[in-house]
């Protein structure tokens, strides 16, 4: 019987001494044992790794969802891992009992990684139990069940495998030193694969246009264009909670305050004065030069496109037959139309440029096909009834905007109503993912007093809610509630970018012109 030390400790372990001929592992058997880990890195940690950017910021499923996902994935790999290892240590082949089961698992599983996320936007969404289940969720779950047990089948034999290359234990830690060394390729490989992925250049690529994005890759100025964009495209995906609190603090603050207020040009601050001052130098003359040559409308790529012969005779009857019962008919004689695009707010809407004879130079007006609002499938407050919709838009415009647009008025056909006013030029906007964080901040504050302010100014107004109210609600929004607000505001946005993306994946997601 062995000595045991009077301290009660385990005695040293034997010196190191040099294996035995037989037990050594020569060096390139390590390498090649090492090598097995990017079947193993990279078959369990590529999906978690690239799961929440293709499924969230790409293709706009919850984040909980995917949440919920990837811990079934676990449950999965659960299940697979101690089935292929009872199979591999019971099984009894010529090749042993580990290979057999490494050479299927290692070329399914290779082959099969890419399909995780062969994915395409416009899967639609299934309803359960009061919700709509994007299908990508679904997606995950079965590619995951299914993928996942290949992974096992090469990766449980595999680490068995490199406990039996040798019985000698100093040899066995030169194995699986070799394995580690090897296995920071795959980790760093990992590192600057979501790096590529995540470049802006990236965003709205389909299998359509993906070559003109690479060889975007190699321009002079791909790099700075995809890495100072991915922020911003995030920015859009993922929000600005910071300000999304600033702007519902500022607004509930103009709400307890009870009165309406607008914004000067003398006294505006920040971006919005810039914006101001710019559309106060431009001439109306100017603005009409870019858009029109003789009487004839410019066609302006990304802006404009010309209508079909039958669409263009179309559109100008239901304008003629409005312009016919205006005070000045002889103002709104039409001298051209062509189709417009504009902001996803008109998307998949009818909408027209149109050009009109005016007082002492043409006139340009904007005619926009109305739809219903957004929020009346969930509201449960009586909604006024309105002969059509253009109607309703125009005349909440009217009553709340402090100085409403020029020309503003409505074409009350059935059974699709339009919205008339003055063009506005796409350049008198706030390019929001322009400014710097101090004009960021700036622009929200007064943002949300001019959307308070427009509450205010129609307070009381056809059933809506009188002052009181809306200074009652207004002191009511303490933190609890903005909590749920911004909740409520995350799941809308999520599920906008869902329909949008949709949308592209859809058929109607083409040029206008192509349309017709």
Not at 201 to 228: D, E
Request: with cysteine.
């Amino acid at each position: 019987m062995d000595a045991t030390p009077a301290s009660g400790l385990a005695p040293n372990p034997a010196p190191s001494r040099p294996a035995a001929a037989g037990d050594k592992v020569p060096p390139l058997q390590k390498i090649g044992y090492g090598l097995g880990c990017f079947i193993d890195m990279w078959g369990h940690w590529f999906y978690a790794t690239f799961a929440y950017l293709v499924f969230a910021l790409y293709l706009g499923v919850r984040p909980e969802l995917i949440g919920i996902a990837m811990i079934l994935n676990r449950v999965f790999d659960g299940i697979s891992d101690p089935l292929f290892g009872w199979l591999s240590d019971n099984t009894r082949t010529r090749m042993g009992r580990r290979r057999p089961y490494m050479l299927v698992g290692a070329v399914t599983a290779g082959l099969g990684l890419p399909l995780l996320v062969a994915v395409t936007p416009g899967w639609g969404t299934t309803h359960l139990l009061g919700h709509n289940i994007p299908n990508y969720f679904w997606f995950m779950l079965a590619s995951s069940a299914a993928y996942l047990p290949l992974v096992s089948c090469f990766n449980m034999p595999y680490q068995s495998l490199g406990f039996e290359l040798t019985p000698d234990y100093h040899e066995r830690t030169s194995v699986f030193s070799y394995k580690n060394i090897i296995q920071k390729f795959p980790e760093l490989a990992l590192f600057f694969c979501g790096q590529f992925l995540s470049m802006s250049v990236w965003v709205g690529a389909t299998t359509g246009n993906v070559w003109s994005r690479v060889r975007l890759l190699f321009t002079s100025t791909s790099a700075s264009v995809s890495y100072t964009h991915l922020d911003v495209y995030k920015r859009q995906i993922l929000g600005r909670p910071k300000m999304a609190r600033l702007f519902l603090a500022n607004y509930a603050k103009t709400l307890r305050g009870g009165k309406p207020g607008h914004i000067e040009p003398e006294v505006a601050e920040g971006p919005i004065a810039e914006l101001l001052d710019k559309v106060g130098r431009r001439t109306r003359k100017e603005f009409v030069e870019k858009w029109v040559s003789g009487e004839r409308l410019r066609i302006r790529p990304g802006r404009s496109f010309a209508l079909t012969r039958a669409g263009k005779a179309r559109a100008r009857r239901k304008f003629e037959s409005w312009a016919r019962r205006q005070p000045d008919p002889d103002f709104y004689r039409v001298l051209d139309l062509c189709g417009r695009i504009a902001g996803n707010g008109s998307l998949g809407l009818e909408r027209y440029i149109v050009l009109v004879k005016g007082k002492k130079q043409p006139f340009i007006l904007d005619m926009k096909e109305a739809a219903p609002e957004a929020p009346r499938a969930f509201l449960r407050a009586r909604q006024p009834a309105w002969p059509s919709e253009a109607e309703r838009v125009a005349t909440v415009q009217h009553f709340m905007q402090y100085v409403p647009i020029a020309r503003l008025s409505w074409i009350a056909t059935a059974p699709v109503s339009y919205i008339v006013h003055a063009l506005q030029p796409a350049e008198d906007r706030i390019v929001v993912d322009d400014l710097s964080e101090a004009g960021y901040q700036e622009f929200i504050l007064q943002w949300a007093r001019l959307v308070a302010s427009a509450h205010l100014r129609s307070g009381g107004w056809k059933g809506s809610a009188n002052l009181n109210v809306l200074i009652g609600f207004g002191q009511s929004l303490d933190g609890a509630a903005r909590r749920r607000l911004l909740a409520a505001a995350s799941e809308a946005a999520s599920r906008l970018r869902h329909a949008w993306l949709e949308f592209k994946g859809s058929k109607l997601a083409v040029a206008p012109a192509a349309r017709g």
